[in-house]
């Protein structure tokens, strides 16, 4: 018999009360438990990014962590980046700069971007091309990603 937990997932500022077996991970059950299809699954073994969140506000791979280790904890995703129909400033620097290909690898990037440039809103180029780094784009959009990337980082040390 599979053991259930209720846990409590802090999901862009909404509280989502979900059930889950120990084994379910933080990308599926924010997925498939609250519904953020955003948070795209790639490889399940932490190494493209494309399932990149902020968790208390620090970038992690959602595939490697189980849902359970989250309960409680505040969670942002993609989805919590715009203000309604307001983009996020990268959001709109994704799309000024074509840093747009497919865009399977998009929200793990504005993930991994929200959390390095909230960290340290004046990163240096190459602490911020090296934190990039982590990520993977199949479609070799590093260029327009750093240009759009790079942008913002210009505008929050202005």
Same mark, same amino acid.
């Given at each position: 018999?599979?053991? #259930? %937990?209720?846990?409590?997932? #802090? ?6 009360? @979900?059930?889950? &077996?120990?084994? %379910? /991970?933080? @990308? ?8 953020? =299809? *955003?948070? #795209?699954? *790639?490889?399940? %073994? ?32 993609? &989805?919590?980046?715009? #203000? *309604? =129909?307001? +983009? ?17 690898? /998009?929200? *793990?990037?504005?993930?991994?971007? !929200?959390?390095? +440039? ?8 190459? !602490? ?11 479609? =070799?959009?590093?260029?327009?990603? +750093?240009?759009? @990337?790079?942008? @913002?980082? !210009?505008?929050?040390? !202005?």
């Amino acid at each position: 018999m599979t053991q #259930h %937990h209720s846990i409590t997932l #802090h999901l862009n500022g909404t509280a989502h009360a @979900v059930s889950v &077996e120990p084994r %379910h /991970t933080l @990308v599926d059950v924010i997925r498939e438990g609250c519904g953020a =299809t *955003g948070t #795209h699954t *790639g490889c399940e %073994h932490g190494v493209c990014g494309s399932c990149t969140v902020l968790l208390d506000g620090e970038p992690i791979r959602a595939c490697l962590m189980f849902a359970i280790q989250a309960d409680g904890r505040q969670i942002r995703t993609v &989805e919590g980046l715009a #203000h *309604g =129909t307001i +983009l996020h400033r990268l959001q709109q620097a994704f799309i000024d700069h074509h840093a747009l290909q497919c865009g399977y690898c /998009t929200p *793990g990037f504005l993930m991994l971007a !929200a959390g390095l +440039l909230e960290a340290d809103p004046n990163i240096s180029d190459d !602490a911020l091309q090296d934190g990039l780094s982590a990520n993977l784009c199949r479609c =070799t959009g590093y260029v327009n990603i +750093l240009r759009a @990337v790079r942008a @913002v980082a !210009a505008e929050l040390r !202005a």
